[in-house]
């Protein structure tokens, strides 16, 4: 069974930062892309940042230079390290796992930026 778990989510002012981390099981971490998407109140989920196998990485405009993800194949953990944050980061953000044709999400994590 293929679960992520997020964690790392919370109230910060703007300007701060946070580190989200989600671990991953059941799946082949090392071979697996690893995302983060964020679905803020009445919008559509949005990307906001994905790392392949072989630490290629692609970020969403708004967040580039201020966001970055990385992950740790030996604890199957990807993290999305967030500096400068914005009120408009407000958003449930989640872990997104891609693998053998088959895609994953996480529970989510509120992340809430107060100004």
């Known amino acids: 069974q293929v679960q992520l778990v997020e964690s790392g989510g919370g109230l910060v002012q703007a300007g701060g930062s946070l580190r989200l981390s989600c671990a991953a099981s059941g799946i082949t971490f090392s071979l697996s892309v690893m995302g983060w998407y964020r679905q803020a109140p009445g919008k559509q989920r949005e990307l906001v940042a994905t790392m392949t196998s072989g630490g290629s990485t692609n970020y969403a405009d708004s967040v580039k230079g201020r966001f970055t993800i990385s992950r740790d194949n030996a604890k199957n953990t990807v993290y999305l390290r967030m500096n400068s944050l914005k009120p408009e980061d407000t958003a449930v953000y989640y872990c997104?796992?891609?693998?053998?044709?088959?895609?994953?999400w996480g529970q989510g994590t509120q992340v809430t930026v107060s100004s």
């Open positions: 997104n796992a891609r693998w053998a044709g088959s895609t994953w």
